[in-house]
């Protein structure tokens, strides 16, 4: 009895240990990604020392492993992460990712490019897959011993885009809407086609031998009930937020339960893809659905759905560095066979020669459709074929799987994880670069004239603005040159040579402060409001004294005011600059937009 008790305390004490380590985990990856984008926020780095977030994770997870097996409390999270079953990161990581970039995407252009978004996340995945494949099994030689089924695997992980680095850079770029949407939207159907493969080949490579008419009517269940699965759940959801206003407790949790349940039951009840579940659960709310959010909900929906998916992205990309190191690195036959090295190397070529091939194939198809298609927007497309978090948990996923050869499993995760590494260190790190160089939406030099002359009016209008404030009663103890200090300069906008993007870089506010010596919120009024000149009775610096005669408030107020114990104001008398200023240039007319000047605006007088 004493044994028995004694072997269920140690259980138990492991357990919790186990808990215990893997929340630590979460809270450091939490505190490891506020880090990690301060560095990247700061504007001390020089921009050509910031990776992407998603690199920088892996690496920070990958340099944690070497430390996971040492004996401290650290050490212990950093172990929980080896021992994660990937399933957990399927069911509760991979949703918030789908969801969030979904939901975000602009459907009235997503609409306008459905048919080149489907026709790369179907056709353009099955030549991808059929040339991966072919190569892979004819030049990698090393390999050889494989059979078809693993050769599949393989690919259609490889098939998984996530183009969230290539996606930000080019909206910091000022790329329109029209190529981001596309690159977006053909990843995240990208994604579900690629998962429907994966399951189709684990199968396979597990010793399952379907027929077949099997794998069609698994392939149609997979992905036609899991589109129809999205779009009832969303429906539904719909149906739920119209009955409820203004419930934040009640509205955000129905569409928690709507991303996670539909991902949930469609994976593990109805055996479809949750992918393309939650796929397109995320289109139909951004359509129109999300609109029945009540008006004061939709930023704090907006909010928690940012947090979730950052929590999710930097968990996944932190545990896939730490697994990373711990099935490969520690995997000594592998690590140390340099031709494993060099494959990967020559995969990493091959991957963006099949994409370009892709893409060149269906160029002719997609130049009718949508908005048109170039070369230029061709080669964007393939070099922004990132792999990521979807292709790092399925490789996880094959590495849980025992029934599937172990020395596969191994050269699986190595590769794939090679691939994430190395598009998100070359292509994350260089799409500005590239696309720079591509020139692809040259900016209007028309377009760039008018602006460049609106904002020297601006600037011009602006100092003109600036004695008229200064002259007015209500502002006359403004500490002018700290307002001055803290406005932005239109002067130091930066135009970019190659977008219609521009950058300006005001001054920072803490820095301007920090400069400045602190002063009494009081201290810049005229020396007589503060009694030092002694006409009041008051001690220097003091606002009001209830022993002196009046109000020291008095010196602030403007001529004509007689008090509100004199029940008269006569606004007559206010300097207040009540005649319009002619700020202008002298082919324009000025009317300012004052209280009571109905006449707002600016009009042409000559050309």
Known sequence: ????????????????????????????????????????????????????????????????????????????????????????????????????????????????????????????????????????????????????????????????????????????????????????????????????????????????????????????????????????????????????????????????????????????????????????????????????????????????????????????FVMGGIIVYDKIINHGDLASDYRHWLWLLLLYLVLHLVRATMVGLLEPLLRQLGYGFTFKQGAVLTYGGLRGAVSLTLGLLVESDLNIDRDVRFVVNFHVAGIVFMTLFINGWTTSFVYNKLQLYPPDRFQRAILRKTIEYLEEYAEREWSDLKHEWYYADADWPKVRAIVPDFRNIQMSKTSPAFSMHPPSISKIYKSMTPAFVFSTLPSHAHGATGDDGGSPGSFYDSSSSHDRRSSRRPPGYRGPDSGNYAPDTVPYSAVPHSGLPPHMNESPARPGNNNAGLTRTGS
């Not at 709310?285 to 979730?308: C, D, G």
């Open 1 to 316: 009895g004493n044994e028995t008790l004694s072997a269920s305390a140690v259980e138990h004490a492991s357990h919790s240990s186990g808990i215990e380590s893997s929340l630590l985990f979460v809270i450091l990856c939490v505190l490891i990604g506020s880090l990690v984008k301060s560095y990247l926020a700061s504007s001390v780095v020089p921009e050509l020392a910031k990776p992407p977030y998603t690199l920088m994770l892996f690496l920070l997870g990958f340099a944690f492993g070497t430390v996971a097996h040492l004996d401290n409390f650290l050490s212990h999270a950093f172990a929980a992460a080896e021992r994660t079953d990937p399933h957990l990161i399927l069911f509760m990581l991979l949703p918030p990712l789908l969801y969030e970039s979904a939901v975000g995407i602009r459907f009235h252009v997503l609409w306008r490019v459905k048919e080149q978004v489907i026709i790369l996340a179907s056709v353009g995945v099955i030549i991808a897959l059929v040339l991966t494949t072919i190569i892979f099994r004819y030049v990698f030689v090393s390999y050889s011993s494989w059979s078809l089924s693993h050769v599949l695997l393989l690919s259609s992980i490889l098939c998984a885009t996530d183009p969230v680095a290539v996606v930000a850079a080019l909206k910091e770029l000022g790329a329109p809407a029209t190529l981001s949407t596309l690159i977006e939207g053909e990843s995240l159907l990208n994604d579900g086609s690629a998962f429907v493969l994966f399951l189709l080949f684990k199968d396979m490579a597990g010793g399952v031998t379907p027929t077949f008419w099997s794998v069609v009517g698994q392939f149609l269940q997979l992905v036609l009930g899991g589109v129809l699965f999205g779009v009832l759940t969303s429906i539904l959801v719909f149906i739920w937020l119209k009955i409820i206003y203004n419930h934040p407790l009640i509205e955000i949790p129905v569409i928690l339960v709507g991303v996670f349940g539909t991902f949930y039951v469609a994976e593990a009840l109805l055996h479809v893809s949750g992918v393309l579940a939650t796929v397109m659960f995320g289109f139909m709310m951004s359509n129109r659905f999300k609109y029945t959010l009540s008006p004061a909900v939709i930023e704090m929906n907006e909010a928690v759905w940012t947090q979730l998916a950052h929590i999710a992205e930097t968990v996944i």
